[in-house]
């Protein structure tokens, strides 16, 4: 087996490598070889740049809901009790 093929790795596991780099979770090794992945493979590379601007999208739509829309106390309120109710039936 040739030293390419130790470090290679596929898709499948060069996005979960990417999942596992956003929590802060790659040793050295997985490091290395997801950037190797990534110099040669460009549909990965497009599908992280996809991805990140998704979330990045995402995370400003809900920081604009969180500042445009709020209920009220009353109305809160209001449908906290119909929930409830509603849970009891």
């Known amino acids: 087996m040739s030293i390419l093929n130790k470090i ?3 898709c499948k596991q060069a996005t979960y490598l990417h999942e596992k780099k956003k929590e802060g979770k790659l040793d050295g ?7 190797f992945h990534l110099l040669y493979c460009k549909f990965c ?7 990140e601007l998704l979330q990045t999208a995402t995370r400003k739509l ?3 809901a969180e500042t445009k829309f709020h209920l009220s106390p009353s109305r ?5 009790k119909a ?3 509603e849970l009891k039936k």
Not at 45 to 51: A, H, R, V
Request: charge should be negative; aromatic fraction near 14%; glycine fraction near 4%.
């Open 62 to 64: 809900l920081q604009t």
């Open 83 to 85: 929930f409830e109710e």
């Open 29 to 35: 090794a997985e490091r290395f070889g997801l950037w």
């Open 76 to 80: 809160k309120t209001e449908l906290q």
């Open 45 to 51: 590379k497009l599908f992280i740049q996809q991805t």
């Open 8 to 10: 290679a790795i596929s």
